[in-house]
C-alpha cells in the first residue's frame, strides 16, 4: 500500500516536465484544430458521402452503359435516334451559349462600369432562372408560343414553329442557363472597376478597341469559365426542354430526354450510353473547370496592389 | 498649352463636387491641387482629363472648348492613382499602348514604336524592366510605367491622380524628387493631385488650395505657407494652433482674458486665432500674450514639442527650440512672433 503510494508520487515527481511539455502542446494543437478522433471522422464522412452520392452514380453509369459490351455501346450510340438527339443537343448547346455569351457580357458590362436606377433589381432579375423551377421556365414558353398563347395565333398565321421544334428548346435552355456568363462576369468587372478602360481612352483608344484590346483579355478566364458552364447546363438540361419539346423521336428530343424515354421502354444499354456521354461532358467540364479557377485566382493576384 | 476653367459646377446627387471653381494654368507651370478627401481636387483633373463631365462651366485649352471633344480626342496624359496599369501586358506593350492604337494614318511603324518606347523607358530609368508584367513590379515601379505610358502619346497636358498616395514614405520622397526634375525636362504643363501638404510645397510651383468644392487660395509654396488667405488654409498647411477668440473694441480676448495683440483692423466679432506651432515665444510667466502651465514634453529631434493648458482654458501644442528645457508643471508665458486673425 505505502509502496504503490510513494511510486505514484515518485512517478508524478519524475515525469512532472514531461507531462507539463505533453499539455502545452496538446493545448497549442487544441488552438489550432480538432482532436484527432474528430477529424478523422470528419473526413471519414466526406469521403463516405462523397463516395457513396457522387462517385458510385457515375461508376455505375459507365458499368451499365458498358454491360452488354463495347459493341452494343457503340452501337447503341449510332442508333439514328441516338445520333439525333445528340444532334440537337450539340445544335441546342451552340446556340444557347452564343446568345447568354452576348447577353451575358452585356449585361455584366451594364451593371459593373455603369450607374443606373434600377440596378439592383436588374442584378436580381438576373438570378431569376435559377430560382424558377425549370419545369416552370418552360410552361413560360408554352404560354407565350402555343397555340393558345399570347402569340400563338400570330405564329400560326406566319407559319412560325416555336413550341416543339428547335427555337423552342433553344429559348428554354437560354433561358435557363441565362445567368451564368453574367454571374461569372458581374464580380470580375466590377472588381476590375473601369480605370484601365479610361486608361486606355485617355490613350487615344476608339471604343473597340478599348474593349478588344483591354476589357476582353482582362475577363477571358472569366468568359470561358462562364461559358462552361452554360453549356454544361445547357446540354443536360431536362425539366423546361421537356415541356417545350413535344418528344417527337428523332426530332425533338435531347439526350436527356432520350435517356428517360429509353429507361422507360428498358433499353438500359441505350439509355445509360447516352448517360455515359453526359457524365463524360461533367467530367469535362470538371477538369476544365479547375484548371479556369487556376488562371482566375492568378488574375486576381496580379489585381492586387 | 494653357488651361483655363471658369465657373466648374459638378453635383453629385445633392453634394456638390465643384461649385464654381475658376483656374488659369499657364504653359509650362507644375501645379498641385491640395485639399482634404472630398475637396472636389480629384473631380477637377477628371474633368480635365475628360473623364468626367461638369453639369455647367467652361475648361479651355489655349483658349479652345476642350468640353466639346472627348478624352480620346484631348490628347491629355493621366497618371492613376492605382496606375491602372493593363494587366496582362508587358511592361513594354503598356507603353507602347498609345502608339499602337493610332488610327491607321498617323501609326508610327514597329520600328519607330521600339524605339520611342525604349526611349521612354529610359527616361524613367526602368528599360531593364520593358518584359516584365506589371504584377512584378513593385508600387514605384508601377508608377513610374504609368508616367512613361502616358508620356507615349506626346500629351499637351500631364494630369496625375495622387501620384504617390499608394506608395510608402521613402519611395513617396524619391519620387517627387524625380518628378520635378523630370517636369523641368520635358516641361508639360502638368497638374497632379494630392491631399499632401508636404508633397505639393515641395514638388509644384504653384499651389490651388482646395475645400467642398470651392478654391481657397492660389499662391506660390510660400505664399500659401506664409499669408494663407483664409482660416481653412491656415490650419490644412502647416502645423497650427488655432484658438476662438473674441474682437471687440480693439481688444482681443482669449476667454475673459484680454490679449496683448495689436487688433487694428479687425471686425468685431468671435473670430479665429492662428499662430505656428513655431511662432510660439516661450518666456517667463507673466511675459507674454499668453499665459499656461505645461502638460507634457517630448523631443523631436531639434524641437521640443510642448503641451501647454493655457489659463483660457485651451490646451495648446507648441514646438520649442531645446536651448530651455521645458518641464512639465512649469508655469510659462507665450508671445507670438507671427500671428493672424480671421472672422468667424
Redesign the interface.
Known amino acids: 500500500m505505502t509502496m504503490q503510494i510513494a511510486d505514484t508520487v515518485s512517478l508524478s515527481a519524475s515525469d512532472a516536465k514531461a507531462r507539463e511539455k505533453a499539455r502545452a502542446a496538446a493545448a497549442r494543437d487544441s488552438l489550432r484544430t480538432e482532436p484527432p478522433a474528430v477529424r478523422i471522422a470528419i473526413i471519414t464522412l466526406a469521403v463516405l458521402f462523397l463516395s457513396v452520392f457522387v462517385v458510385l452514380p457515375l461508376v455505375v453509369v459507365f458499368a451499365q452503359a458498358f454491360s452488354k459490351g463495347v459493341l452494343a455501346y457503340f452501337a447503341a450510340l449510332a442508333e439514328p435516334e441516338a445520333m439525333a438527339a445528340i444532334k440537337l443537343t450539340l445544335i441546342v448547346a451552340a446556340i444557347s451559349v452564343g446568345l447568354n455569351l452576348v447577353f451575358g457580357l452585356v449585361a455584366a458590362w451594364a451593371i459593373a462600369k455603369f450607374e443606373f436606377p434600377g440596378k439592383t433589381f436588374l442584378i436580381t432579375l438576373i438570378d431569376l432562372p435559377f430560382s424558377v423551377s425549370p419545369v416552370i421556365s418552360g410552361l413560360v414558353f408554352v404560354l407565350l408560343f402555343g397555340a393558345q398563347g399570347y402569340f400563338g395565333s400570330w405564329l400560326r398565321d406566319h407559319d412560325i414553329q416555336i413550341l416543339f421544334a428547335v427555337p423552342g428548346i433553344a429559348l428554354a435552355t437560354t433561358f435557363v442557363t441565362f445567368p451564368f456568363v453574367a454571374r461569372a462576369l458581374i464580380p470580375l468587372m466590377q472588381e476590375q472597376g473601369t ?2 478602360e ?9 471604343g473597340l ?1 478599348t474593349f478588344f ?2 476589357t476582353l ?2 475577363i477571358k478566364w472569366g468568359v470561358l469559365y462562364g461559358v462552361l458552364l452554360c453549356n454544361a447546363r445547357a446540354m443536360g438540361e431536362f425539366g423546361a426542354v421537356s415541356v417545350v419539346s413535344g418528344h417527337i423521336r428523332g426530332e425533338t428530343n435531347t439526350m436527356p430526354l432520350l435517356v428517360e424515354i429509353l429507361y422507360n421502354e428498358y433499353q438500359f444499354v441505350a439509355a445509360f450510353a447516352i448517360a455515359s456521354l453526359l457524365a463524360m461532358l461533367a467530367l469535362i467540364t470538371l477538369i476544365a473547370k479547375t484548371v479556369l479557377e487556376r488562371h482566375l485566382d492568378e ?1 486576381q ?3 492586387d ?1 | 498649352m494653357t488651361i483655363e476653367v471658369k465657373n466648374l459646377v459638378k453635383k453629385f446627387g445633392s453634394f456638390a463636387a465643384l461649385d464654381g471653381v475658376d483656374l488659369k494654368v499657364d504653359n509650362g507651370e507644375l501645379l498641385a491641387l491640395l485639399g482634404p478627401s472630398g475637396s472636389g481636387k480629384t473631380t477637377l483633373l477628371r474633368i480635365i ?3 468626367d463631365w461638369p453639369d455647367s462651366g467652361e475648361v479651355s485649352f489655349n483658349g479652345e472648348d476642350a468640353l466639346a471633344q ?3 480626342e ?5 497618371v ?1 492613382q ?7 501586358m508587358s511592361v513594354f506593350e503598356n507603353v507602347a ?2 502608339l499602337r ?2 488610327p491607321r494614318a498617323v501609326r508610327k511603324d514597329e520600328a519607330t514604336i521600339r524605339a520611342r518606347v525604349k526611349e521612354l523607358l529610359d527616361l524613367v530609368q526602368l528599360d531593364w524592366l520593358a518584359d516584365r ?3 512584378q513590379l513593385s ?1 514605384g515601379q ?1 508608377q513610374r510605367i504609368a508616367l512613361a ?2 508620356l ?2 506626346e500629351p499637351r497636358i500631364l494630369l496625375l491622380d495622387e501620384p504617390f498616395g ?1 506608395l510608402d514614405a521613402k519611395v513617396r520622397k524619391e519620387l517627387r524628387r524625380w518628378l520635378r526634375s523630370l517636369h523641368h525636362e520635358i516641361n508639360v504643363t502638368s497638374i497632379f493631385v494630392t491631399h499632401d501638404q508636404e508633397e505639393a510645397l515641395e514638388v509644384a510651383n504653384r499651389v490651388v488650395v482646395m475645400d467642398k468644392g470651392r478654391i481657397e487660395q492660389i499662391g506660390s509654396p510660400d505664399d500659401v505657407y506664409e499669408s494663407p488667405a483664409t482660416a481653412f488654409v491656415h490650419g490644412f498647411i502647416g502645423e497650427s494652433i488655432e484658438l476662438p477668440v473674441q474682437v471687440d473694441g480693439g481688444v482681443i480676448r482669449l476667454g475673459d482674458r484680454p490679449l496683448q495683440l495689436a487688433a487694428e483692423g479687425l471686425a468685431p466679432g468671435a473670430s479665429k486665432l492662428f499662430v505656428r506651432r513655431h511662432d510660439m515665444l516661450v518666456g517667463p510667466a507673466g511675459s507674454g500674450a499668453f499665459e499656461g502651465a505645461v502638460q507634457h514634453v517630448r523631443n523631436f529631434g531639434p524641437v521640443q514639442r510642448a503641451e501647454v493648458a493655457l489659463s483660457g482654458g485651451e490646451t495648446i501644442e507648441i514646438d520649442a527650440p531645446r536651448d530651455k528645457e521645458l518641464r512639465a508643471g512649469d508655469t510659462i508665458g507665450l508671445n507670438p512672433r507671427r500671428y493672424r486673425i480671421f472672422a468667424g
Open positions: 480605370q484601365e479610361e486608361a486606355a481612352i485617355s490613350l487615344g483608344a476608339s478597341q484590346r483591354v483579355p482582362n488574375g493576384d496580379v489585381n496592389h | 482629363a475628360g473623364l472627348g478624352a480620346r484631348r490628347h491629355v496624359g493621366f492613376f492605382h496606375y491602372a496599369l493593363f494587366r496582362h499602348f498609345g492604337v493610332q508584367y506589371p504584377s508600387g508601377r505610358r502616358a507615349a502619346i499608394a
